[in-house]
């Protein structure tokens, strides 16, 4: 799990939300889920001239590739915040 998911699962609340007990096993489970999210979200939305060159960088993980995504999805802020938005309530509903 990325830092920046874990860092997403602490601002939202919802590693708190876990058991102490079962944290260590679940947590990664519940970002990469959170991951493939938002991947999922941000691939949907690149433009098709893009893709296959996105498709590369993330097969690749490369460097930077927060950034380039960044750079070639329009509203990429906006679709992961919805993306997260979305998961979160899902989860609180679990939780």
């Known amino acids: 799990m990325l830092e920046q998911t874990k860092n997403i699962l602490q601002n939202l609340g919802i590693t708190n ?3 102490p007990e079962t944290r260590e096993k679940l947590l ?5 889920l959170l991951e493939k ?3 999922i979200a941000l691939t949907l939305a690149i ?4 893709k ?3 498709q590369d ?3 690749k993980n490369e460097p930077g590739l ?3 995504l960044q750079s070639i999805v329009p509203d ?3 679709i992961l915040k919805r993306t997260i938005d979305k998961f979160k309530a899902e989860i609180d509903q679990m939780l």
């Open 57 to 59: 960088k993330i097969s």
């Open 47 to 50: 433009p098709e001239d893009k």
């Open 66 to 68: 927060v950034e380039y």
């Open 37 to 39: 999210r938002m991947l």
């Open 76 to 78: 990429c802020d906006e």
């Open 28 to 32: 990664p489970k519940i970002g990469e």
């Open 52 to 54: 296959q060159e996105a």
């Open 17 to 19: 939300k876990i058991a």
